[in-house]
């Protein structure tokens, strides 16, 4: 039996659903989906972005502090988005330093070799430590290695100087369906060597759900991010859940203190470069004044208790808890905290992480995981496939699969990231203004980066700024004079 | 007859060997042409490189912790494990056990045993009311090192506990019931003849255990990298991060002649010490 009530709420609700209907179908930006509900013609959700077309519109705070549709330009292409290339039967390896991506990838290779029938890609994967330390000695004796991948800067050149590039530049995949201003990296003199592939967001992930319950607003200086700290562990937890023991992860946030620690980014680049090659020593007043903040961040108690023992393991775990506020490596971390705890999807936002007083010069961090590459060493046929594989990773279905299946953004266009809360979320970062990882210029890593970072990060554990400043410098010269 | 075993050895030890002879005295990135350096590398290790120094004394005491504590363990644990009975062999069993890990999983472990937060050793401190000793154990530069080198010797003493118990079990069981005859104490058997007859057997444990602690990798790697601050680079990290991370394959290789001229002298300094006499005139 039907009451009349019950028969009125049923109306009500066929009602709300065709009225929202109407209302997604007629606002203007309903071209790239209509799968959350705050898609309206107002923007009311931070970090909402359409996300599925070269130039997409994102919700973001503008200069006044109001919401506003920011229109991001993620493309810049001559033309329409061309198909992959088709590959001829053979069987080539593809060498990679993400296990966590094995899946993903066998996935999208599995239909690449269907479309090419009687072509095969293997994976090889490293462990990233081993890639950088093993890779090139590997792949560089190792002709089926068709299609590698490097990291921007120290071992993109590695590979470059020693001739294992193929120059892609010609071909139609790069320059329609890639990201123009993401080419950067894999570009020399004017020639593309790859097609840096993952992007990333090296901009501290901050819990939105923990924010909004105890009204805590995102610092957007120097003074505010310190002031936070006090804050947030007054409250009993933990601001800042640094992985200051595990050095990779720890050293992500080292970007945020570069972005805006010079007045312009060629100062900052010859700057980094000085240190890089022995010309300039940690103890400059530049790179002691970047230590200090490491220390006031640790005197103001941003980091948890024995930083110094604090590592990779734990940290995600305590930010997807709920026992720190901010998990600051960057998007590539999302994917773990959702791991860790499912219930965290959706509640996480990316911070700009603003260490001057001033008006910033960047708001936030962006990089490429890896760069995928031809081996100009493997026969033409292995690099016809290896072109041809690059291509269909280079199509907008593919790109999303890897996107969704990894949890990160990608550097192709029409790249549609509805199916992924988490990445549409963190979208917002694209409309603001972003350095390229500056950590990934110190191209000495061992002789220069690791040390240099391992002495931030004693003393954003507490060991005194000048001894370790100088002793770390008189390691770097010598170690660079050897 | 011996051609074979000669021709096996100079192809897969000695010449590997005189390889890294060479390429010690080259300057070489692995990319570009080597360049002949002659003794450069050697002069700079001895004269301008602070921290390999730092890291030469490191090893050294890592080695005198490990090589005292694991000898003396395996050979207590090995007296009481002498017997072949079932208990005995289940109990050898159970302390060979950690040997058979793999050397990244017994350093997750005990860095999560290690953990200045929530890790066991901490929280087993706290809760008999001895706080001071909860400390930052691998994230601390005074502490570190010791910290790897104990787990260190809970990884590798069941496996010197094999050894010693096949040396003792070849000491003749009469010297025992002899020196029972005549009221020798359980101390005094152990002093007198145990020690003595086990020295040979001592030896290969503290020669074997002395090399173990040299080439020491995985555990400092996956437990700490080396650091903080280099407070736990032993010599085979250092080479590793000079040759894998810096890209300098012949100042490693100079390293690594340091670690066999090392390792050369210690192991005499062993054998002197312990005046071993295998009889060979």
């Known amino acids: 039996m039907t009451t009349k009530g019950m028969k009125s709420l049923s109306a009500r609700r066929l009602g709300a659903v065709a009225t929202i209907a109407f209302a997604l179908v007629a606002t203007s930006i309903t071209t790239g989906f209509a799968a959350d509900p705050s898609f309206g013609k107002a923007c009311?959700?931070?970090?909402?972005?359409?996300?599925?077309?070269?130039?997409?519109?994102?919700?973001?705070?503008?200069?006044?502090?109001?919401?506003?549709?920011?229109?991001?330009?993620?493309?810049q292409s001559t033309g329409s988005p061309v198909a992959a290339l088709k590959a001829s039967p053979g069987t080539i390896e593809f060498h990679h330093f993400r296990p966590e991506d094995k899946a993903v990838f066998a996935s999208i290779i599995a239909k690449f070799e269907a479309a090419n029938p009687g072509t095969h890609v293997n994976q090889v994967?490293?462990?990233?430590?081993?890639?950088?330390?093993?890779?090139?000695?590997?792949?560089?004796?190792?002709?089926?290695?068709a299609v590698f991948v490097t990291v921007r800067g120290g071992q993109f050149d590695q590979f470059y100087n020693g001739g294992m590039m193929r120059d892609i530049s010609s071909d139609r995949f790069v320059r329609q369906n890639?990201?123009?201003?993401?080419?950067?990296?894999?570009?020399?003199?004017?020639?593309?060597?790859?097609?840096?592939?993952?992007?990333?967001?090296?901009?501290?992930?901050?819990?939105?759900?923990?924010?909004?319950?105890?009204?805590?607003?995102?610092?957007?200086?120097?003074?505010?991010?310190?002031?936070?700290?006090?804050?947030?562990?007054?409250?009993?937890?933990?601001?800042?859940?640094?992985?200051?023991?595990?050095?990779?992860?720890?050293?992500?946030?080292?970007?945020?203190?570069?972005?805006?620690?010079?007045?312009?980014?060629?100062?900052?680049?010859?700057?980094?470069?000085?240190?890089?090659t022995g010309k300039a020593d940690l103890t400059s007043d530049w790179f002691t004044a970047i230590a200090n903040k490491y220390k006031a961040m640790n005197d103001a108690g941003c980091f948890p208790a024995n930083v110094t023992g604090y590592n990779d393991t734990?940290?995600?775990?305590?930010?997807?808890?709920?026992?720190?506020?901010?998990?600051?490596?960057?998007?590539?971390g999302m994917s773990t905290v959702t791991n860790l705890n499912p219930?965290?999807?959706?509640?996480?936002?990316?911070?700009?992480?603003?260490?001057?007083?001033?008006?910033?010069?960047?708001?936030?961090?962006?990089?490429?995981?890896?760069?995928?590459?031809?081996?100009?060493?493997?026969?033409?046929?292995?690099?016809?496939?290896?072109?041809?594989?690059?291509?269909?990773?280079?199509?907008?279905?593919?790109?999303?699969?890897?996107?969704?299946?990894?949890?990160?953004?990608?550097?192709?266009?029409?790249?549609?990231?509805?199916?992924?809360?988490?990445?549409l979320n963190t979208s917002d970062i694209m409309g603001k203004k972003l350095l390229l990882a500056p950590r990934f210029l110190f191209n000495n890593v061992g002789t220069v980066r690791n040390p240099l970072e391992d002495a931030l990060i004693a003393i954003g554990g507490g060991a005194d700024v000048t001894k370790t400043l100088a002793d770390t410098s008189k390691t770097i010269k010598q170690s660079l004079g050897a | 007859m011996a051609f074979p075993a000669v021709a096996v050895y100079s192809f897969l030890y000695l010449y590997p060997a005189i390889q890294n002879l060479l390429y010690a005295t080259e300057r070489w990135d692995g990319v570009t042409k080597p360049e002949q350096v002659g003794f450069h590398n050697f002069a700079h290790l001895a004269t301008d490189d602070d921290l390999f120094m730092k890291i030469v004394g490191n090893n050294i005491r890592f080695t005198l912790i490990v090589v005292i504590f694991q000898t003396a363990f395996s050979l207590l644990f090995a007296t009481f494990l002498l017997k072949n009975?079932?208990?005995?062999?289940?109990?050898?069993?159970?302390?060979?056990?950690?040997?058979?890990?793999?050397?990244?999983?017994?350093?997750?472990?005990?860095?999560?045993?290690?953990?200045?937060?929530?890790?066991?050793?901490?929280?087993?401190?706290?809760?008999?009311?001895?706080?001071?000793?909860?400390?930052?154990?691998?994230?601390?530069?005074?502490?570190?090192?010791?910290?790897?080198?104990?787990?260190?010797?809970w990884f590798h003493t069941g496996q010197m506990v094999i050894i010693y118990v096949a040396g003792l079990q070849q000491i003749p069981a009469d010297l025992y019931e002899a020196a029972e005859v005549d009221g020798a104490s359980r101390w005094q058997q152990f002093k007198s003849i145990t020690w003595p007859m086990a020295l040979p057997t001592t030896a290969v444990v503290v020669a074997y255990t002395t090399i173990q602690s040299f080439r020491a990798?995985?555990?400092?790697?996956?437990?700490?990298?080396?650091?903080?601050?280099?407070?736990?680079?032993?010599?085979?990290?250092?080479?590793?991060?000079?040759?894998?991370?810096?890209?300098?394959?012949?100042?490693?290789?100079?390293?690594?002649?340091?670690?066999?001229?090392?390792?050369?002298?210690?192991?005499?300094l062993q054998r002197r010490t312990l005046r071993i006499d295998y009889g060979v005139k």
């Open chain 1, 44 to 75: 009311t959700t931070e970090g909402v972005s359409t996300g599925t077309s070269s130039t997409s519109l994102i919700c973001s705070v503008n200069s006044a502090g109001k919401l506003t549709w920011t229109n991001v330009r993620l493309g």
């Open chain 1, 125 to 145: 994967i490293m462990s990233s430590n081993d890639y950088t330390n093993l890779g090139y000695a590997k792949i560089s004796v190792n002709p089926k290695a």
């Open chain 1, 178 to 276: 890639v990201i123009q201003s993401a080419l950067t990296p894999a570009t020399v003199g004017g020639k593309i060597y790859g097609v840096p592939y993952q992007s990333l967001f090296n901009d501290p992930l901050y819990n939105t759900e923990m924010f909004a319950a105890h009204k805590w607003t995102v610092p957007t200086n120097w003074t505010q991010l310190l002031s936070f700290c006090k804050t947030v562990k007054a409250a009993g937890i933990i601001p800042f859940a640094w992985p200051a023991a595990t050095r990779g992860n720890a050293g992500q946030i080292m970007n945020s203190f570069l972005m805006n620690s010079a007045p312009d980014v060629a100062t900052l680049t010859s700057r980094i470069q000085a240190i890089d």
């Open chain 1, 314 to 332: 734990v940290a995600p775990a305590d930010f997807a808890n709920g026992k720190a506020a901010i998990y600051p490596t960057g998007t590539f």
């Open chain 1, 343 to 423: 219930a965290m999807k959706g509640k996480m936002k990316l911070m700009s992480m603003i260490t001057v007083d001033e008006k910033p010069l960047y708001q936030g961090i962006t990089n490429n995981t890896f760069i995928l590459s031809v081996n100009k060493k493997a026969t033409s046929r292995d690099q016809n496939i290896a072109r041809a594989f690059i291509s269909f990773l280079t199509t907008a279905a593919a790109a999303q699969e890897y996107a969704v299946g990894t949890s990160q953004h990608v550097s192709i266009i029409n790249v549609n990231y509805s199916a992924n809360i988490d990445l």
């Open chain 2, 85 to 153: 009975t079932k208990t005995t062999i289940l109990l050898r069993v159970i302390y060979f056990f950690p040997t058979i890990l793999s050397s990244v999983s017994v350093g997750l472990i005990w860095t999560f045993l290690y953990n200045p937060n929530f890790g066991f050793i901490n929280a087993s401190f706290k809760a008999i009311g001895l706080d001071g000793l909860a400390l930052n154990w691998l994230g601390d530069t005074r502490y570190s090192l010791y910290a790897i080198a104990v787990t260190q010797v």
């Open chain 2, 217 to 268: 990798f995985d555990l400092v790697y996956s437990m700490t990298q080396g650091g903080p601050l280099n407070s736990s680079d032993l010599i085979v990290t250092s080479i590793y991060n000079t040759a894998f991370a810096s890209f300098k394959y012949g100042y490693a290789s100079a390293q690594s002649v340091v670690l066999i001229l090392v390792v050369l002298f210690v192991t005499w």
